[in-house]
């Protein structure tokens, strides 16, 4: 009985976190350049990944019992990098990345990868986002060089290269990361990346004029908070099932004591 009152509480407890994670994407279905999170449960991951193991016999019962109280404990959330749909603007600084790749930019706690092309110009016209951060140029032998857009009508090709009346003079620095690179969310359009797993991408084009578009999907969103919130409240009444029940057992045990 124990052991089903501790699932339904680790149960109840992951819906919670994920009806947290499902309405963060709610919130963000019309940022640019945002990429969903998905949760993931724990019992799914210990499948994956567990090798079967010989267990002395006294704590065969230990086992069975972690692993059901384990059950459907939040294991984390998984980004969906999927690209989101272009749409076209009529600003010059806007650009949109097709296909795989991010938008390097250096914000106060270091260089950040955006999907978010909302690009503008600050006072001394440098490309920043919309955060104010300035966006890098890919710059050989020079680190962390931000792009100073001169006057003139601003031109960007499919491979991120800037002109201005026809003239050169920076590139956008476009970056990818190899399958299975471990990227961290900061804010809404910011990941964090590895040290070193950067590397130039050879598979983004440049589209100027627009901007992409969330990939979080309100309808299916609503759904998935809908159902989770049926199964919250599923775990909720199993867990005042078993309370009643834990109450009722120790009503008649204590006479007997």
Do not use: C, W
């Amino acid at each position: 009985m124990d052991s089903g009152f501790y699932a339904s509480f680790s149960g109840f407890a992951a819906r919670m976190d994920a009806l947290d994670l499902i309405a963060n994407n709610l919130a963000n279905a019309n940022t640019t350049g945002y990429k969903a999170h998905h949760e993931f449960y724990r019992t799914l991951a210990a499948a994956m990944s567990s090798q079967p193991s010989l267990l002395p016999v006294g704590t065969l019962h230990q086992a069975v019992s972690q692993s059901i109280n384990q059950f459907g404990v939040l294991g984390g959330s998984q980004l969906d990098l999927a690209q989101g749909t272009l749409e076209t603007t009529t600003n010059e600084t806007d650009v949109a990345l097709e296909g795989s790749g991010f938008f390097a930019v250096l914000t106060k706690n270091g260089v950040r990868y955006t999907r978010d092309g909302n690009f503008s110009l600050d006072k001394s016209r440098n490309l920043v986002t919309k955060e104010g951060d300035l966006v890098l140029s890919a710059q050989a032998n020079q680190k962390n060089t931000p792009i100073q857009i001169p006057s003139g009508q601003l031109s960007v090709s499919q491979d991120g290269t800037l002109s201005v009346n026809g003239a050169l003079f920076a590139k956008l620095r476009i970056e990818d990361f190899a399958p299975g690179t471990q990227l961290m969310a900061e804010g809404n359009t910011y990941l964090i990346a590895p040290a070193g797993a950067a590397q130039t991408s050879t598979a983004a084009s440049v589209r100027q004029g627009m901007l992409e578009s969330s990939n979080s999907d309100p309808v299916r969103s609503s759904i998935a908070l809908i159902d989770l919130q049926r199964t919250a409240q599923m775990m909720e009444r199993a867990l005042s099932i078993f309370n009643n029940d834990f109450d009722r057992t120790a009503a008649l045990e204590i006479p007997r004591v």
